[in-house]
């Protein structure tokens, strides 16, 4: 695929536009570099318009802006996972993307954020494990009796490139309004396009599954993820699902979510889970 295959957006949205040089739409700054091309196109401009038809402009950011406003709204919002921090981690663009989403004002109001994993030969559940998914080097910044044991059997059987999807989050003002419907088909799109990973996952409360986010989003869950006094909740346990997708199930997601949009203001490209039962659940 050719790297100079760049996403536009389409002439009724930029003449609309009020982006600002630091606030900028991520489509000026998305790159083609795997995966169907017009598929991907037409899910990102989809999304876009889908996102500024509800007054939001989405913007690539930095782990460090997602931390700070993580910090700022902890009255609504758990602290992240330590993953996300670029004080415990080397993270860089190469291995990682977030998108803000902003209001009229400038405010972000909806966040999402992917990070890569290179594993090689290593088991994604030996990285979940060991903490290493979590710090750069555990053993010096982990919390006193801090443990994540893993059951799941797709983390015991994945290797090579692996993305976690997270950090979806809504200002409680903004709830109401499915913006993450938009957000995480297009950060997913981004991880897939910059990364072609081998797995996509998430850790992802039983709530969730039950009120069916899961499958909405195309996430298979497996069972489970136990995180012991972790910085997201010290002194407790969260019992989560490991919900994951690969890039086959990723872009059926991208089709129908695309589908749904269409006839939906204006895409042109400019040249160029359920209920918990047993140990498994299943979107395909």
Request: net charge positive; charged share 25%.
């Amino acid at each position: 695929m050719n790297k100079t295959d760049v996403v536009a957006a389409p002439p009724s949205v930029r003449a609309s536009s009020l982006d600002m040089a630091s606030q900028r739409s991520f489509l000026s700054d998305v790159v083609i570099e795997h995966g169907p091309r017009a598929e991907l196109n037409t899910m990102f401009l989809r999304a876009d318009t889908h996102l500024r038809e509800m007054g939001v402009r989405l913007t690539l950011g930095s782990f460090d802006e997602l931390m700070a406003v993580n910090r700022a709204n902890r009255d609504n919002w758990a602290p992240l996972l330590p993953l996300f921090d670029p004080a415990m981690n080397d993270i860089d663009p190469a291995n990682s993307v977030t998108l803000l989403g902003r209001n009229a004002s400038g405010k972000v109001i909806v966040t999402v954020a992917a990070r890569l994993y290179n594993l090689g030969r290593h088991r994604l559940a030996d990285e979940i494990e060991s903490l290493r998914l979590l710090y750069r080097d555990p053993a010096s910044v982990k919390l006193p009796d801090e443990e994540i044991k893993v059951s799941s059997p797709v983390a015991r059987a994945t290797r090579g490139k692996a993305v976690f999807s997270g950090a979806a989050w809504i200002h409680p003002d903004y709830r109401k309004q499915s913006l993450l419907d938009p957000a995480v088909p297009v950060v997913r799109g981004l991880g897939l396009t910059k990364w072609m990973p081998d797995l996509t996952f998430s850790f992802m409360v039983p709530e969730l599954i039950k009120n069916g986010t899961a499958r909405r989003w195309y996430m298979n869950v497996d069972w489970e993820i136990t995180m012991i006094n972790t910085p997201v909740k010290r002194g407790g346990t969260i019992h989560a699902g490991m919900s994951w997708t690969r890039p086959d199930l990723m872009l059926h997601h991208f089709a129908e979510y695309a589908a749904s949009r269409s006839g939906v203001g204006s895409a042109q490209v400019d040249g160029s889970v359920g209920e918990r039962s047993g140990d498994q659940q299943r979107v395909v």
